[in-house]
């Protein structure tokens, strides 16, 4: 269970790493790359999210890249050792 941590730990460390070379080699994400070729233009949105674009508004991307990171696996995280100890009890 301590390897875990510590990889969670040191993926989340890189994520803006990853998130500076993604800018550097002028990733675009592949859907929204199809939708603009086929025309499919960007809909009204009801819902935007909790973070809309995984950002903060108003912190560097980087920064508000990380922190998005960071939360979305605690939540994710949180779901896992939830739905964990629910099978445990047998519920």
């Known amino acids: 269970m301590k390897k875990a941590y510590v990889a969670i730990a040191i993926m989340i460390a890189l994520a803006p790493l990853f998130a500076w070379a993604a800018d550097k080699v002028g990733y675009s994400e592949p859907l929204e790359n ?4 086929t025309g ?5 949105s009801i819902f935007s999210g909790i973070f809309p674009d995984y950002s903060v508004p108003g912190l560097n991307p980087y920064i ?20 964990k100890k629910l099978s445990k009890n047998g519920n």
């Open 40 to 44: 499919a233009g960007e809909g009204e």
């Open 34 to 37: 199809a939708a603009e070729e």
């Open 64 to 83: 508000s890249a990380f922190i998005t990171g960071i939360i979305g696996s605690v939540i994710i995280l949180a779901i896992a050792f939830a739905a």
